[in-house]
């Protein structure tokens, strides 16, 4: 059974700082890819905040460019996002993704992890 736990959220006030952490377990084969999405408040749809691909290629939404940085451990099967300079506006639920997009394919997604920061 696959797991995506996270772990680093909480409250935070603006300008502060934030790293969360999210460990996959029962992955098989590796992931093309881990990242991080987040549900705004008010918001439907989950948008990308920042990717990190087997590879080590990264990709962030551009709200996040320079503040934030992904890294991950792709034979681990974890990823990390240090978030800096936090702004209201980052206040979400923020999701660890795990895809595979070759043979056994695969998309997880973690329970997700509060943040919020406080203007």
């Known amino acids: 059974q696959v797991h995506l736990v996270e772990s680093g959220g909480g409250l935070v006030q603006a300008g502060g700082s934030l790293r969360l952490s999210c460990a996959a377990s029962g992955l098989t084969f590796s992931p093309s890819s881990m990242g991080w999405y987040r549900e705004a408040p008010g918001k439907q749809q989950r948008e990308l905040v920042a990717?990190?691909?087997?590879?080590?290629?990264?990709n962030y939404a551009e709200s996040v460019k320079g503040r934030f940085t992904i890294s991950g451990d792709n034979a681990k099967r974890t990823v990390t996002l240090q978030m800096n300079s936090l702004k209201s506006e980052d206040t979400a639920v923020y999701c660890c993704?795990?895809?595979?997009?070759?043979?056994?394919?695969?998309?997880?997604w973690g329970q997700g992890t509060q943040v919020t920061v406080s203007s």
């Open positions: 990717t990190i691909t087997r590879g080590g290629r990264t």
């Open positions: 993704n795990a895809v595979r997009e070759e043979i056994y394919p695969y998309n997880y």
